[in-house]
């Protein structure tokens, strides 16, 4: 909650735009602020529910980076979007309380995020690689990881 109203995270930045106007026609908002951090703020709007956008201040999804990813990207051999929220409750069993951050990148060009995160996960040929404090383009520390694999490794990290 702002001082000006509510305000909603929007995961990984993209928003449906039925979602959207659902939102503001059911808090009643003034007016719409968009804010640099991949947020809403409802001006003068109730507080609502929502299943489609971020409302705790500590959901995981926050601090995830996620391209598109395949098939909408052509460079892109692997799903990163369904990955990321997949791993979003095992990233925080990685150090609960740490707040610690993930980007899920279909290639390594990391158009999601231009700067380190404390995990990288890659896509490359169908499987992940992984870059510990580092960015998508670096050297990883661990290849060929499968998507069926990563939860648990993920949460073992
Ligand atoms: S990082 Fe690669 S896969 Fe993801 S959007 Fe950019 S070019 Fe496409």
Redesign the pocket.
């Known amino acids: 909650m702002s001082a000006l109203g509510p305000v909603y995270g929007v995961a990984f930045g993209q928003i449906e735009a039925a979602a959207l106007a659902r939102l503001l026609r059911d808090s009643g908002a003034a007016a719409l602020r968009l804010t640099p951090h991949r947020a809403l703020i409802l001006e003068a709007g109730g507080r609502r529910d929502s299943t489609e956008f971020l409302t705790a201040a500590d959901d995981p999804m926050l601090r995830i980076d996620a ?3 395949a098939p909408s ?1 052509t ?2 051999t692997v799903e ?1 979007r369904a990955m990321a929220r997949a791993l979003a409750p095992a990233l925080e069993t990685v150090a609960p309380g740490a707040r610690r951050s993930l980007h899920v ?3 390594t ?4 995020r231009a700067r380190a995160a404390d995990i990288t996960l890659v896509g490359r040929n169908g499987k992940f690689d992984l870059v510990r404090d580092g960015c ?1 383009w670096d050297t990883p520390s661990q290849t060929g990881l499968s998507p069926e694999a990563l939860r648990s490794f993920i949460g073992a990290l």
């Open positions: 391209c598109p990813g990207c460079s892109a990163t990148s279909g290639c060009k990391g158009c999601a998508a």
